[in-house]
């Protein structure tokens, strides 16, 4: 099994900056790749992005730009930088391992 939890949401004013984080645990199975989902309100799951061990990096439509993932897999560590945040990008941003451990979510709102 794997535990994800996500930190790092919160309030941000709009055109601000925020950093999410995501740490995995347990043993197996390895973790091969790792992505950021979003789901604003009353609207569906929307990926952010995506990174495999390789490096290969995967945005959706419109994030590549504004958000930049990162993974440190030594230190099980997942990161995702979002700049020049929008009112439209508040939602609540869930970090996924493998397609498949979701962690509980962090809620982001771009609001003034």
């Known amino acids: 099994q794997v535990q994800v939890v996500e930190s790092g949401g919160g309030l941000v004013q709009p055109g601000g900056s925020l950093k999410l984080s995501c740490t995995t645990s347990?043993?197996?199975?390895?973790?091969?790749?790792m992505a950021w989902y979003r789901r604003p309100p009353g609207s569906g799951r929307q990926l952010v992005a995506s990174?495999?061990?390789?490096?290969?990096?995967h945005y959706g439509d419109s994030m590549k730009g504004r958000f930049t993932i990162t993974w440190d897999n030594t230190k099980n560590t997942l990161n995702l930088h979002a700049n020049n945040l929008k009112p439209e990008d508040t939602a609540v941003y869930y970090c996924?391992?493998?397609?498949?451990?979701w962690g509980q979510g962090t809620q982001v709102t771009v609001s003034s």
């Open positions: 996924v391992a493998n397609w498949n451990y």
């Open positions: 990174i495999s061990t390789d490096g290969t990096t």
């Open positions: 347990g043993s197996s199975p390895s973790i091969y790749t």
